[in-house]
């Protein structure tokens, strides 16, 4: 009460709510006012903010959290009542009539769409320090995750305005949404790379807040040990990105540009643009007003698993259950093996990538309800089984997939699977924890995330009819990968299947120990053998045809030892580097046509 003289009528409120939700630990040790004022005062710039960025402020926060911890302390399942089983959904084949139809479809329907981004995590499990977005996707061009991002969504824009016949005025936006941990570096990124040829007005960062911690059962917010002023804070999860695009106003905008489709990804998937356009092809011919990107999982693989959810009482929703949950889940439902592969070798429930794509009306129609609040939990270490104190502080975390939980039955949920090999490459893991995955499951980290982005490009162009040589295993970081020759092409090259058949003729090979990296949007391979290293840019304006033999010392894939502290970050995760002994370079910087024998 002493101090009330220095507070604004907004912190009073805020002291009062304060008070009468518990907390009256908060204040036990101010001293009196003309004593840390100035802290007192960020103390409730801080509690402002918390109270701001949470739907229903904190006091909805303090509430939920007691009883999330309450059904926690109980051993309560979130799942109790429901029935899993395997749901239904697209499953799309590379190359077919059908992929190659839903592609174009998808394409089309590009300039309808905007892409959300999720970047708010740091890579404390990958062993890298900076944001994942400024991790080189592969190291044979270094293009960044964030530059790919791009610049795939900047060859759709293009793709989408040819195919809808003229309509080019189009920009498909991008928003990204970072946190206090990501969003100076992220913002840096964009600024000293030219936002990597978008437009500044086309990407918009959106920042999430953390949220207070939680230090008991009766959700008494934490004080940080270091500042008695300051609440500690973790990181809610991704799934803050429905009420942060609520509140920033653009769905509505979007809605009033005539946009249809929100497509949200995550930081680190070098293949994930692989599989938008036939994915967004599904979306619309479909009409699903949700579609979750999948692949084949095998069983307990660390991703979540689509599954169909059955109630007693009759409600039904198909959802991401996360892989932690579905073993339990099934064992209590009758199956007494949990997640086991079937004859497939892979689990019946196919595995989430986070990949969604959410119909715009009747996102916006959900999030008028809910003001994008998606369903919480809540992971406390307890000390004891009396589970009546923590080891440490918890909060409450949600996560974007969730967001089907709220819908009614009439929502069209769906989901399309796609390979693995075509889709999915995530770069999560640090070398030391990849090669502890049980053999057969993917390792997740840089190194298979690099691999997988040649070997993606190896089949795709070999189904287009190149000769390409088989790939060999080798081992880095103690990680056994398949390696397929390193063949890279920026996305205004090829996007679909289709544009990869326009742009190679006949009669052309690549060896395994080869290199290959094609910049240009008019660059056609046409009789081309390729053993060695070949490195082609050509500028839009340029229509250049290659041709010939191509026989070099080419690049070569060196080991390095992840220990080795002199090398950076991004090279020890991948546990190679790349050695460029000798490669042909073909570089158009005039328009024209051309036709270069090598
Ligand atoms: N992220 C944020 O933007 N904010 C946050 O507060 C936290 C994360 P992780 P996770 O791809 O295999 C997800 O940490 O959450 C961003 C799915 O839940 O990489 O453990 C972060 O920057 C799981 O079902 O993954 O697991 C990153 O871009 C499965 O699909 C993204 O959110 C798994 O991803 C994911 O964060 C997967």
């Known amino acids: 009460r002493r101090n009330l003289q220095i507070l604004s009528p907004d912190q009073i409120e805020l002291a009062r709510m304060l008070l009468l939700e518990g907390q009256t630990h908060l204040f036990a040790h101010w001293p009196e006012a003309g004593v840390d004022d100035q802290n007192k005062k960020s103390f409730f710039e801080q509690v402002s903010r918390l109270n701001a960025s949470y739907p229903g402020g904190l006091v909805s926060y303090i509430k939920n959290a007691r009883n999330l911890l309450a059904d926690s302390k109980a051993g309560k399942n979130p799942y109790d009542g429901f029935t899993p089983s395997v749901p239904s959904g697209e499953i799309l084949t590379f190359g077919d009539d059908k992929f190659i139809k839903l592609e174009e479809e998808g394409a089309k329907e590009a300039r309808n769409a905007a892409f959300v981004l999720v970047a708010g995590g740091l890579g404390e499990r990958l062993g890298y320090k900076g944001i994942k977005l400024a991790l080189p996707s592969e190291t044979t061009t270094g293009t960044c995750f964030l530059q790919h991002y791009i610049e795939s969504i900047l060859a759709l824009q293009v793709a989408s305005c040819k195919l809808s016949q003229g309509q080019c005025e ?9 946190s206090d941990d990501t969003h100076v570096p992220t913002l840096k990124l964009l600024e000293s790379n030219s936002y990597f040829g978008m437009k500044a007005t086309q990407v918009k960062l959106l920042k ?20 008695k002023y300051r609440i500690q804070t973790k990181p809610h999860g991704h799934g803050d990105v429905h009420a942060l695009l609520y509140s920033s106003g653009l769905l509505t905008q979007w809605q009033k540009e005539g946009r249809k489709w929100v497509l949200f990804f995550q930081d680190t998937n070098g293949l994930l643009f692989k599989a938008i356009p036939a994915s967004l092809g599904v979306s619309s011919t479909k009409g699903y007003h949700v579609n979750s990107l999948a692949v084949p999982r095998k069983a307990k693989e660390a991703i979540g698993g689509i599954t169909k959810l059955t109630h007693t009482d009759g409600r039904t929703m198909v959802i991401n259950v996360e892989y932690n949950q579905l073993d339990p889940l099934l064992r209590a439902t009758g199956h007494a093996d949990g997640d086991v592969n079937c004859e497939t070798g892979f689990s019946p429930y196919p595995g989430n990538i986070n990949q969604l794509i959410l119909q715009l009306e009747p996102y916006i129609e959900e999030l008028k309800k809910t003001r994008g609040a998606i369903a919480e939990f809540v992971n406390p270490k307890y000390k004891d089984s009396t589970k009546t104190s923590f080891k440490s502080s918890t909060r409450l975390e949600c996560m974007m997939q969730d967001y089907p939980k709220t819908l009614p039955p009439s929502a069209r949920v769906g989901f399309t699977v796609m390979d693995t090999w075509l889709a999915y490459a995530p770069v999560k893991n640090n070398p030391e ?18 691999m997988a982005i040649y070997r993606a490009n190896s089949l795709i162009l070999r189904k287009a ?20 020759p390193r063949i890279t092409w920026k996305p205004k090259w090829a996007l ?12 052309c090979s690549i060896s395994q120990r080869s290199t290959m990296a094609v910049n240009g949007q008019n660059v056609f391979l046409d009789g081309l053998s390729v053993d060695g290293t070949l490195v082609v840019s050509a500028i839009d304006e340029a229509e250049v045809k290659v041709t010939g033999s191509v026989q070099n010392k080419g690049w070569i894939l060196k080991h390095i030892d992840y220990k080795d502290c002199s090398l950076p970050e991004e090279t020890l995760t991948r546990g190679f580097t790349i050695d460029k002994v000798e490669q042909l370079e073909v570089n158009h910087t005039e328009p024209g046509k051309f036709e270069f024998r090598c």
């Open 433 to 450: 924890d990849a090669a502890k995955v049980p053999k057969g499951n993917p390792y997740h980290s840089a190194t298979s995330g690099e």
């Open 208 to 227: 999430q807040e953390k949220v207070a911690c939680l230090d008991d059962n009766d959700a008494r917010l934490a004080l940080d040990s270091n500042d």
């Open 465 to 484: 009819g190149v000769q390409i040589a088989d790939p060999v295993l080798d081992v880095f970081n103690g990680q056994e990968v398949v390696v397929w």
């Open 496 to 507: 679909t299947f289709s544009d990869v058949k326009k742009k190679v003729g006949n009669g």
């Open 170 to 178: 189009t920009m498909i936006p991008l928003v990204i949404m970072t």
